[in-house]
């Protein structure tokens, strides 16, 4: 279970590591990954917490809870007065082994630093993306995460305020690209309007079972999550042929059918809806209820001529509650091309990128530097997509 926490003083509130896991005990949370702030100073005791960062969990950790200080990386480029800005977004850097305050006009540099210490790096705040390529600038999107991704610098993307389905239908673009990054939910405290720590989470299977922070960041890049909208009210217990869970592939080595079932589990009676999802579409919906000690159930089988993707989620009117990560179906080894739609997309999210950061662009300003190596990325990237649009073409999708 993971807590996304901007630290130290913010907004007026000061957050201490006894604060965190007296919450820890109330919402129940095994892991905390508290946040020291890497970027512009709106969190005034950065210099105090940075030096903090030092790759071991904070002493009062236990077996069963562990604390751990990370990083948060970010120079808004709306919101703020302070003079170094970037639209690249917010990253978030476990694992370090020390932090300090660096600033770059794109986020790669910062990536392979962090990459240095062994860091797992992920996109946060993927809720503030529009469905539509992004036309405006505001405090936060992560609009270099289609380039990140392709080049396979990062290893997940968060949500972490409560929002629309944004960060889904860019999380279900790229694993139709074939791209595998892991799906997390935090709560990004206290920027979330004040809500408790832990009321977005996320589930995380470790390998062997036993809790280490080391093994849960692994577990987060891998994908083996299931995030929460509402703390630990529900959970979905999803599998592919019996044991294949979120993060884990199904191999085929002809076309074939697999088994899917999701289990929708509750801490309390509730109603609502179940959807299993292949590649971005619903294949298998079911309005149902569940009450503790007897969770509703839907199962199906599908047949897969070429790889794909499926996943499990429970739905209200505002959206997913609950969304497991992505469970894989590869089909005589070959590589996920779902959608030539999905990739032209991101082609055309590069190319407006790019349009918009060269001389002369609206967000020309945010690269006095730093424009050449971060339009070179774009570059690599978008000729990425469109290879992945013609090979999805190639195969009817």
């Not at 217990?237 to 044991?243: A, E, R, S, Y």
């Amino acid at each position: 279970m993971h807590v996304h926490l901007d630290c130290g003083v913010a907004g007026g509130l000061t957050v201490t590591p006894e604060d965190i896991f007296a919450r820890m005990q109330t919402n129940h949370l095994a892991v905390v990954g508290l946040l020291a702030d890497m970027g512009n100073a709106e969190v005034r005791d950065a210099p105090r917490d940075l030096p903090k960062i030092n790759g071991k969990d904070v002493p009062q950790s236990t077996r069963q809870q562990i604390l751990h200080w990370d990083a948060e990386w970010h120079y808004d480029p709306r919101g703020v007065t302070f003079e170094q800005k970037a639209i690249g977004g917010h990253l978030i850097l476990l694992g370090l082994r020390h932090g300090e305050k660096k600033f770059s006009e794109y986020t790669y540099p910062v990536i392979g630093w962090a990459k240095q210490q062994g860091a797992v790096v992920g996109l946060a705040h993927m809720q503030y993306l529009h469905i539509d390529i992004p036309k405006d600038l505001d405090c936060c999107s992560p609009l270099e995460y289609p380039v990140e991704t392709a080049l396979e610098s990062i290893d997940f993307l968060m949500e972490d305020v409560n929002g629309g389905e944004s960060a889904i239908q860019a999380y279900y673009r790229l694993l139709n690209c074939g791209f595998r990054p892991g799906f997390t939910a935090s709560t990004d405290f206290p920027c979330n309007r004040h809500e408790a720590p832990g009321t977005l989470l996320t589930y995380v299977r470790i390998t062997g079972g036993k809790l280490s922070y080391s093994g849960w960041i692994e577990g987060l890049a891998k994908g083996r999550t299931v995030v929460s909208r509402g703390a630990h009210d529900e959970f979905l217990d999803f599998n592919v042929n019996g044991t294949a869970q979120p993060g884990d592939e199904v191999r085929l080595k002809n076309k074939g059918t697999v088994r899917v079932s999701v289990r929708w589990l509750a801490a309390k009676p509730m109603s609502g809806r179940i959807e299993l999802v292949r590649n971005g579409v619903v294949l298998a919906s079911q309005d149902t209820k569940t009450v503790p000690g007897s969770p509703a159930l839907l199962e199906v089988s599908q047949e897969f001529a070429q790889s794909g993707w499926l996943c499990a989620r429970r739905m209200d009117a505002k959206g997913h509650r609950v969304h497991t990560g992505a469970v894989f179906v590869s089909v005589d080894g070959a590589k996920v091309r779902a959608s030539s739609t999905d990739a032209e997309f991101f082609a055309r999210f590069i190319d407006h990128l790019i349009r918009q950061t060269s001389l002369g662009g609206a967000w020309s300003d945010y690269f006095p530097h730093e424009r050449e190596p971060a339009q070179n990325r774009y570059r690599q990237a978008k000729a990425i997509y469109e290879r992945i649009a013609a090979e999805a073409k190639a195969q009817g999708n």
